[in-house]
């Protein structure tokens, strides 16, 4: 018998962030069965991470929002801000 709880949608979230520094609205239906993934965004803020918003377009010209990861917990992830050491 199975008895592990199934993770929260929070606890996915924070698991894809752990390998994938961004996420969209459709990845979180299909892959996770996240409905409301802004809501869940908002969640994760309220717990310290930052995210920047960008809106990007599809093949089709289709407009969508995709939530970069910027930092967990106060720690700033600078692999992305494009300066050279």
């Known amino acids: 018998m199975n008895t592990k709880k199934p993770r929260t949608q929070i606890e996915l979230l924070i698991a894809h962030f752990e390998t994938v520094d961004s996420i969209s609205n459709i990845e979180a239906q299909a892959v996770y069965k996240i409905r409301a993934l802004p809501r869940r ?43 050279s050491s």
Do not use: E, P
Request: glycine share 12%; charged share 30%.
């Open 41 to 83: 965004i908002s969640d994760l803020k309220s717990r310290g991470y930052v995210f920047r918003h960008d809106w990007r377009r599809d093949l089709t010209g289709q407009r969508y929002m995709r939530y970069v990861l910027i930092s967990k917990g106060g720690v700033t992830d600078i692999s992305n801000d494009g300066a």
